[in-house]
């Protein structure tokens, strides 16, 4: 869709990166960095001047208790830690359960993994956990759950509630569970990111896994991280170790650096509420119902009102019909699956872009014919 974007030169509301760059005092301590020598290798496990900052903001933020040398591996970006989680710990025979629609790369590295991917549809409405269809998704090889809050794509947060159900059928079918927390501090209106390790008995079971990509807005940086028991953190850090070895030696300060500052995730995610609004406005007056995202970078717009049940095609035809492109849900989706055929007709939408980009896009999107 990002080229298809680039060949049309319409504007680009599919692939979810910011437009404005991450604060100048970070980008200026990977300078200094670089201009220090931090040029080769970095430790396979990472800075230890980021562990600790990874372990002291896990404290900070939701009172985890994290030891900065065992249980904490440094990553390049949230990916590698997905990736190499679940290749350390799931393979032929094994089931991994994961909501649905789901971020693509949960179901690729399931695949390289040989495990068996079972998907878990939201409720087609409010985009909410089905916890009946989660508990009926386990069975004796379930070997891990996958969690994704925020949530890429719906923007859904998980309440404490729905993450008290799912930690219940984890523990009763003595799965590891694999939460990807990036849009950690992008949370809108009154919604609370709660970190599944928080809750009780479930830190010795889950591996959490965030990144700085999206709450300093340098996603091409790719430093990311995962966290857990050491036994679980040791496996992964034997994949990582063949994947990519260390990851981006000057960055990694910076990152440390970063993560001691709350304030800017704060405006960023203050600022993100409000361009939320203004798409979902636009959308909906252009004639789309939106579900209202509380949490990430993006929100889903049902086009069937509009005449278009099929978001692929609504998807293909969209840059040339209002100069705008989106991603259909059901590439998040398995193809056939009961999620795809319920979400046929929505496209994702990213609001990470500049104010004046989201308005222009909204003018284009009311050219749809009604
Ligand atoms: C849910 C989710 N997990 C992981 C990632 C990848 O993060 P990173 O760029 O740190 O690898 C993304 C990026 O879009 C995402 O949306």
Redesign the pocket.
């Known amino acids: 869709m990002t080229v298809l974007a680039t060949r049309t030169g319409a504007i680009n509301l599919g692939q ?1 990166f910011p437009d404005v760059d991450g604060p100048a005092y970070v980008k200026e301590a990977a300078k200094a960095a670089v201009d220090a020598g931090r040029n080769q290798y970095a430790p396979g496990d990472g800075v230890p001047e980021l562990r600790h900052a990874v372990a002291d903001h896990q404290r900070r933020h939701y009172g985890l208790d994290v030891d900065p040398d065992t249980e904490v591996l440094v990553t390049t ?4 830690a ?1 990736t190499a989680s679940i290749l350390a710990l799931a393979g032929p025979g094994d089931e991994v359960v994961t909501l649905e629609p789901f ?1 693509d ?1 949960h179901a690729a590295a399931i695949a390289m993994a040989g495990a068996t991917h079972v998907p878990v549809p939201l409720t087609p409405e409010g985009l909410r956990l089905d916890a009946t269809a989660l508990r009926a998704a386990v069975s004796p090889r379930t070997r891990m759950i996958v969690v ?1 809050t925020p949530h ?1 794509p719906t923007g859904t947060v998980l309440t404490r509630a729905e993450l008290e159900q799912v930690a219940d059928v984890a523990r009763d079918a003595d799965a590891v569970v694999l939460t ?1 927390e ?2 950690e501090h992008l949370v809108y209106d009154d919604a609370v990111h709660v970190p599944l390790a928080t809750l009780p008995g479930m830190a010795a079971r889950t591996l959490t896994v965030s ?1 700085s ?2 709450t300093f807005s340098l ?1 091409g940086w ?1 430093v ?1 991280w995962v966290h857990g028991p050491a036994s679980l953190v040791t496996a992964v850090r034997t994949v990582k170790q063949f994947l990519s070895y260390s990851s981006g030696a000057p960055f990694q300060p910076a990152i440390a650096t970063a993560l001691a500052d709350d304030e800017t995730p704060r405006t960023l995610a203050a600022s993100l509420a409000a361009r939320r609004d203004l798409l979902c406005d636009g959308l909906v007056t252009a004639g789309f119902d939106v579900v209202r995202p509380q949490g990430t970078y993006f929100v889903i717009a049902d086009g069937a009102p509009l005449g278009f049940d099929d978001g692929y095609e609504l998807c293909r035809r969209l840059p040339e019909l209002a100069g705008v492109v989106g991603v259909p849900v059901s590439a998040f989706c398995r193809a056939g699956s009961s999620a795809a055929r319920s979400m046929r007709s929505r496209v994702r939408f990213t609001f990470v872009k500049r104010e004046e980009v989201l308005r222009d896009a909204v003018e284009r999107l009311h050219r749809l014919p009604r």
């Open positions: 979810g970006g949230a990916t590698e997905l971020y790369s994704n890429n990807d990036v849009y990144s990509g999206k996603t790719k990311g």
